[in-house]
């Protein structure tokens, strides 16, 4: 992947690094030979994600990558910044319902930490930070799809915390040489995303409850509709982010999507479907209803022009082939036996 932007060996460093969308970038980068420091303090992130990738690397790939147990408002942190290229910052508090629960907690890891770490950066001379930013910045901006030059008003302190975080970058990119680029991701699902606790993401909490035969919960009526992307999608988004040419501005934000639309029925059965051809018992289930979710949005759909004009990207995975590989991948993780006989 990385030979269709520049073949030259970088020293990167990844943030939430054994989290779900960072441990795919670490594999990606080390795969293609750069060097990658990694940071993570296992809040969400897991140790599973970093020893899933390790153990398909050879002893040379395992000497480029050095890993960092460290919050980033932290020194350790900080000074793994020193010598630094690229960064590509992952690391935050993910989760509408539980910015709601816990707002503070969502602010000092998104909003404090991020400006501390973006500080951190510029000082230590690193020539791009890009940062996860999020689709939920749109808010109550109700026309589709969405363009990054229109937003509404955020309807979560998540979504408060990411817009935030865009102001903070586009700020620090104009007074200082830093150049930065926000990544607006709409719902990013696939391999190694936790099917558990109480703020999973619905693709792989929807998928390993079908595969033990609980019924996934649908909160409205089933017609809410998101811009599923598979995190293969958003590797490349992050790597062209880092290093294709920017203008003078030094600061940008990108849609991170498929430009599609799925609602949560299409998307439940999809699941299902895919589910039941490892074990038949499964293609009967149904869903079961609850209340629409305070924060969330009605419908969710990207405008994906911008990001590729201006840096070349193009989703390499659809909606099922992505789907496919993530739900694979789960029952795997939850020892499904395949084409399982029905009882």
Known sequence: ???????????????????????????????????????DNFVTGSPANLTAIDRHWNAEQRSRFRFIQADIASCEAHEALIGVELVLHQAALGSVPRSIERPLDSFQNNVDGFFKFLIAAKNAGVSRFVYASSSSVYGDHQALPKREDIIGKPLSPYAATKLADELFASVIARCYSIKCVGLRYFNVFGPRQDPEGPYAAVIPRWIAAIARGTPPVIYGDGSTSRDFCYVANVVQAN?????????????????????????????????????????????SIQPEFGPFRAGDVHHSLADISHIQSAIGYQPTHDFEAGLTETVDAILQQEKVPRRQAAA
Not at 4 to 13: A, F, H
Not at 257 to 270: N, V
């Open 1 to 39: 992947m990385m030979r269709q932007y520049d073949e030259r060996s970088r020293k990167w460093l990844v943030t939430g690094a054994a989290g779900f969308i960072g441990s795919h970038l670490v594999d990606t980068l080390i795969r293609e030979g750069q060097r990658v420091i990694g940071v």
């Open 239 to 283: 790597l062209r982010a880092a290093l294709m040419p920017m203008g003078q501005g030094g600061h940008d934000v990108f849609n991170v999507a498929l430009g599609q639309r799925t609602s949560l029925l299409e998307l439940f059965e999809a699941i299902r479907q895919r589910v039941a051809v490892h074990d038949p018992r499964r293609a």
